[in-house]
């Protein structure tokens, strides 16, 4: 029989040899509209045994893992955890001061969440920079490690319930639908209604331009102003 995923991305994390690990990941990077959510979950391996981790089993990357399976598995980490960070960015900020750098800060500051106890912070991908807490860029990460595993299930979750919020107060865009990500019916909608508070109008993305006749460069501008 195949080893669950779970058990897997566990392993990895406990062969660091540590207690402490702490694994960082986000969601909505390449949304057009709604926040950036970053999550931090630190786990803590002298007590993450038994009947702790026996529900961490479908444990995976949030886009590997069904929405329902992804709700029990947002409980099961909040349970099993010893701390959990959230950082939401809204998209005001993202344009004002770049994706990259969002969630180059939202990685950083969930991790010094967990200063001092932490004793390994793994993040997806990136290197985090001199402002960071010591730590490891783990390529695909959320497939690798069940801390940054664990981060993706909570950002993911946490971010698809905003949507969901946010989609009772922009009823024309579909949010709850496609989370804000670029589909037909979202860039339809934005080309009808023109984009809401919500949308990263730093995105040079064809809908905006069609919607307020405008070239990339000068919404670049716009948002910038």
Excluded at 16 to 38: H, K, N, T
Excluded at 119 to 124: I, K, M, S, Y
Aim: charged share 25%; proline share 6%; aromatic share 6%.
């Amino acid at each position: 029989m195949p080893t669950p995923v779970g058990q897997r991305l566990l392993r990895y994390d406990r062969r660091l040899g540590v207690r402490f690990v702490g694994g960082a990941d986000e969601a909505g990077r390449g949304s057009l509209a709604g926040p950036l959510v970053v999550a931090g979950v630190l786990f803590d391996y002298e007590h993450l045994h038994g009947h702790r981790t026996r529900p961490l089993a479908l444990l995976n990357d949030s886009k590997q893992v069904e929405p329902e399976i992804r709700e029990q598995l947002f409980q099961s980490v909040v349970l099993a955890a010893a701390q959990v960070s959230v950082r939401v960015i809204p998209a005001t900020d993202i344009d004002r001061i770049g994706l990259h750098r969002s969630n180059l800060w939202g990685l950083r500051s969930v991790l010094s969440d967990f200063v001092p106890r932490v004793e390994a912070c793994l993040v997806d991908g990136f290197r985090l920079g001199a402002l960071a807490p010591p730590h490891k860029a783990v390529v695909d990460g959320d497939t690798r490690s069940a801390a940054i595993a664990a981060a993706s299930i909570v950002a993911k979750v946490t971010r698809d319930r905003i949507m969901r919020r946010l989609d009772a107060h922009h009823p024309r865009y579909g949010f709850s639908r496609h989370v804000g990500y670029i589909t037909p019916s979202h860039s339809a909608a934005v080309r009808e209604h023109g984009p809401c508070e919500q949308h990263r109008l730093s995105w040079s993305a064809k809908c905006y331009a069609e919607e307020l006749e405008l070239t990339p460069e000068a919404l670049e501008v716009t948002a910038a102003a």
